[in-house]
């Protein structure tokens, strides 16, 4: 059974930065997916960013770009997203999500109908 789980959320004021990290127990010998989406209370889960664990193209949406980094250690099966000049709307749960696929380099565009697997999230709370 795949597992995941996410740390360092916490609560920051607008302009700062926060590190996410996830880990997820080895599932497999083959590169997967892994992504961050979050959720606003009465908001639709929102891609955040993704990438292939074997390398090519990364995944950011639109609101984020710039501003947020992902990135992926191999050795430790850790997912890492670094936020910078957070702002009130980046607000949310964050929960990391793995998959076989990476459909978003098809798509164009990273939806949670395409991963498999899921983590319960860490709170991320902006102040302006």
């Known amino acids: 059974q795949v597992q995941i789980a996410e740390s360092g959320g916490g609560s920051v004021q607008a302009g700062g930065s926060l590190k996410l990290s996830c880990t997820i127990s080895?599932?497999?010998?083959?590169?997967?997916?892994m992504g961050w989406f979050r959720q606003a209370p009465g908001k639709e889960r929102e891609g955040v960013a993704g990438?292939?664990?074997?390398?090519?193209?990364?995944y950011y949406g639109d609101s984020v770009k710039d501003r947020f980094a992902i990135s992926y250690d191999d050795g430790t099966n850790t997912l890492y997203l670094e936020m910078n000049n957070l702002k009130p709307e980046d607000s949310g749960v964050y929960i990391c999500a793995a998959d076989p696929a990476a459909w978003y380099t098809v798509k164009g565009v990273m939806v949670a109908s395409d991963f498999k697997y899921w983590g319960q999230g860490t709170q991320v709370t902006v102040s302006s």
């Open positions: 990438l292939y664990t074997r390398g090519g193209q990364r």
């Open positions: 080895k599932w497999t010998d083959s590169g997967f997916c």
